[in-house]
């Protein structure tokens, strides 16, 4: 795969939610020339509906698979062309209106355009009784929207769709979309992983069967998009790509799984490859767009090339990102890559002072509109403030995280506010810490990486910016107490795997508590994981010179 560079200093605007802009056609006489074939896997949905809205509405569903939003909205729309009492068209629509659903709730705006389609589903009706109670079940995520709660309407829908799938056990479709709820609805909190599990019962036998059905793999990367579960779900990421390779989510997607166990080449590899295909997306008329699938896939490159030590190659993103200055649509994950980008360039180097500088950019975006997003930066530049020494700047960012949180909380961000809460613990830790009370310090610190192991990831972060047990070492380390350091740092590396920062603290913490076997080991992977670094870090000068002489 080639590198795709774009001049640092363009503005892009940024088209959350949006999908291809005429890149593939979709049948012979709709292909540019010159174009490649549309490659979207295969999906048979069997509709009421003529024989040519039968044909688009299998595409529009294998879009939909791949949650590539705009098109599959198209898709569905010209189904309603070929054939305007198909009902299950409006069914379509409604469902993509509300974008990603590991993304949701969705906003006011989106949740109004899908209950407006999904009432002209109701009044189109169908021809058979299987696609009427597709339509009641998503009905019923639509019931009283406007004043029930979000989960409450989501379990509704989960519940809805295991009737269908019980009603209608030869129906794959029914299936795979109940396997797809159950993800949607499954709580973070749930370390037994009920329902990922029950997903994972439904979706294994049909990816044997189905090798070459796009939801079936996407949604099984999803299942396993945990750390104790991430392993089971390697073959159908590397499956994947193969399945949908004209959809930059399905060239980006294999990276949940990616980042769960530490395979960084793959995972910027990967990302680079949705990066380009989004930028394919663009008009002639509109190169100086970017698009969500672009951004989205800067943020895992930046981690990944983090990783391995390529700190010019994640420059050159950020340099990209920090250039951008205008938004088409504003969005949760573009909100979020912006404040991530900038936060995990300084935090995975230890460059304090310039994680303490961050500021929000661009700064034309509605950051009040995602204070879960700005909470990034803000829990950066204040542990970045409190390391470096700027104990007042530190103690602002601390009040201004819990500003956010209760903003969160009043938004009924719900998640959100829980990684608020373990952000405002690490950033009072090394406020304690620069203050000396070093007690205090470490009990803050601890509660922090419980508070952050009792949750977990959300879907569209490669991973924290920085693990809470990882900086637990750290400060242990900073403490002179190397033994108890070793322990946190082989814990956190078991969490978050083959971390730059996670291997070096665990090397340097064994060497100072005497463990030379575990710190040749750990200096070794080291030198193996940065083998195609582009930056020499301290670190690794220290695991050179360590094992130079041992």
């Given at each position: 795969?080639?590198?795709?560079?774009?001049?640092?200093?363009?503005?892009?605007?940024i088209?959350?939610?949006?999908?291809?802009?005429?890149?593939?056609?979709?049948?012979e006489?709709?292909?540019?020339?010159?174009?490649?074939?549309e490659?979207?896997?295969?999906?048979?949905?069997?509709?009421?509906?003529?024989?040519?809205?039968?044909?688009?509405?299998?595409?529009?569903?294998a879009?939909?698979?791949?949650?590539w939003?705009?098109?599959?909205?198209?898709?569905?729309?010209?189904?309603?062309?070929?054939?305007?009492?198909?009902?299950?068209?409006?069914?379509?629509?409604?469902?993509?209106?509300?974008?990603?659903?590991?993304?949701?709730?969705?906003?006011p705006?989106?949740?109004?355009?899908?209950?407006?389609?999904?009432?002209?589903?109701?009044?189109?009706?169908?021809?058979?009784?299987?696609?009427?109670?597709?339509?009641?079940?998503?009905?019923?995520?639509?019931?009283?929207?406007?004043?029930t709660?979000?989960?409450?309407?989501?379990?509704?829908?989960?519940?809805?769709?295991?009737?269908?799938?019980?009603?209608?056990?030869?129906?794959?479709?029914?299936?795979?979309?109940?396997?797809?709820?159950?993800?949607?609805?499954?709580?973070?909190?749930d370390?037994?992983?009920?329902?990922?599990?029950?997903?994972?019962?439904?979706?294994?036998?049909?990816?044997?069967?189905?090798?070459?059905?796009?939801?079936?793999?996407?949604?099984?990367i999803?299942t396993?998009?945990?750390?104790?579960?991430?392993?089971?779900?390697?073959?159908?990421?590397?499956a994947?790509?193969g399945?949908?390779?004209?959809?930059?989510?399905?060239?980006?997607?294999?990276?949940?799984?990616?980042?769960?166990?530490?395979?960084w080449?793959?995972?910027?590899?990967?990302?680079?490859?949705?990066?380009?295909a989004?930028?394919?997306?663009?008009?002639?008329?509109?190169?100086?767009?970017?698009?969500?699938?672009?951004?989205?896939?800067?943020?895992y490159?930046?981690?990944?090339?983090?990783?391995?030590?390529q700190?010019?190659?994640?420059?050159?993103?950020?340099?990209?990102?920090?250039?951008i200055?205008?938004?088409?649509?504003?969005?949760?994950?573009?909100?979020?890559?912006?404040?991530?980008?900038?936060?995990?360039?300084?935090?995975?180097?230890?460059?304090?002072?310039?994680?303490?500088?961050?500021?929000?950019?661009?700064?034309?975006l509605?950051?009040?509109?995602?204070?879960?997003?700005?909470?990034?930066?803000?829990?950066a530049?204040?542990?970045?403030?409190?390391?470096?020494?700027?104990?007042?700047?530190?103690?602002?960012?601390?009040?201004?995280?819990?500003?956010?949180?209760?903003?969160?909380?009043?938004?009924?961000?719900?998640?959100?506010?829980?990684?608020?809460?373990?952000?405002?613990?690490?950033?009072?830790?090394?406020?304690?810490?620069?203050?000396?009370?070093?007690?205090?310090?470490?009990?803050?610190?601890r509660?922090?990486?419980?508070?952050?192991?009792?949750?977990?990831k959300?879907?569209?972060?490669?991973?924290?910016?920085?693990?809470?047990?990882?900086?637990l070492?750290?400060?242990?380390?900073?403490?002179n107490?190397?033994?108890?350091?070793?322990?946190?740092?082989?814990?956190?590396?078991?969490?978050?795997?083959?971390?730059?920062?996670?291997?070096?603290?665990?090397?340097?913490?064994?060497?100072?508590?005497?463990?030379?076997?575990?710190?040749?080991?750990?200096?070794?992977?080291?030198?193996?994981?940065?083998?195609?670094?582009?930056?020499?870090?301290q670190?690794?000068?220290?695991a050179?010179?360590?094992?130079?002489?041992?």
């Open positions: 795969m080639t590198r795709r560079r774009t001049v640092g200093a363009l503005t892009l605007a088209m959350l939610g949006a999908g291809a802009s005429g890149a593939w056609g979709h049948g006489n709709d292909t540019p020339r010159g174009t490649p074939p490659k979207l896997g295969k999906v048979d949905f069997p509709v009421s509906c003529n024989a040519a809205a039968q044909e688009e509405f299998n595409r529009a569903m879009l939909f698979h791949s949650f939003f705009d098109p599959a909205k198209k898709s569905f729309s010209k189904v309603l062309q070929h054939d305007p009492e198909c009902g299950m068209a409006h069914w379509g629509i409604a469902i993509m209106s509300m974008g990603n659903p590991f993304a949701w709730p969705p906003n705006a989106a949740l109004k355009a899908g209950a407006s389609a999904m009432a002209e589903a109701k009044r189109v009706g169908a021809k058979s009784e299987r696609e009427r109670a597709y339509i009641r079940a998503l009905a019923a995520f639509f019931e009283d929207w406007e004043t709660e979000h989960r409450p309407r989501a379990v509704a829908f989960e519940k809805a769709m295991e009737g269908v799938a019980a009603q209608y056990p030869q129906d794959v479709e029914a299936r795979i979309l109940y396997a797809l709820v159950l993800n949607i609805t499954a709580l973070p909190t370390k037994t992983f009920a329902n990922q599990l029950k997903a994972a019962g439904i979706l294994e036998p049909l990816f044997k069967q189905y090798p070459d059905h796009p939801g079936v793999a996407h949604y099984l999803h396993y998009d945990y750390a104790p579960l991430a392993e089971k779900g390697l073959p159908a990421a590397r994947y790509a399945i949908a390779p004209s959809v930059p989510h399905a060239l980006h997607m294999p990276s949940h799984l990616f980042s769960r166990v530490g395979l080449r793959e995972m910027v590899e990967g990302n680079r490859a949705s990066y380009a989004a930028k394919n997306e663009l008009t002639e008329k509109t190169l100086d767009i970017g698009t969500y699938d672009a951004l989205h896939a800067m943020d490159m930046v981690f990944g090339h983090l990783q391995q030590a700190d010019k190659a994640a420059k050159r993103l950020l340099d990209e990102v920090a250039a200055r205008k938004v088409n649509v504003e969005n949760f994950v573009a909100a979020y890559a912006f404040a991530a980008i900038p936060a995990r360039f300084a935090l995975e180097r230890g460059d304090w002072k310039q994680a303490a500088a961050l500021e929000l950019s661009p700064a034309g509605s950051w009040s509109k995602f204070p879960q997003a700005e909470a990034i930066l803000v829990f530049r204040g542990l970045g403030a409190a390391r470096s020494g700027d104990v007042a700047a530190a103690h602002r960012d601390a009040e201004r995280l819990r500003a956010l949180k209760e903003a969160m909380t009043a938004a009924k961000i719900g998640y959100w506010a829980g990684q608020a809460d373990f952000q405002i613990k690490t950033v009072d830790a090394w406020i304690a810490f620069a203050e000396k009370r070093h007690d205090d310090a470490v009990q803050s610190m509660a922090a990486a419980e508070a952050e192991e009792a949750s977990d959300h879907p569209v972060t490669p991973g924290n910016v920085v693990p809470s047990r990882e900086l070492g750290e400060m242990l380390m900073a403490l107490q190397p033994q108890q350091a070793f322990a946190e740092f082989e814990r956190s590396l078991k969490r978050d795997p083959n971390r730059f920062r996670g291997i070096s603290g665990a090397a340097r913490a064994a060497e100072a508590s005497g463990n030379l076997p575990a710190a040749r080991d750990y200096y070794a992977k080291l030198q193996t994981l940065t083998t195609d670094r582009d930056t020499e870090r670190e690794l000068a220290a050179k010179a360590f094992l130079k002489g041992h």
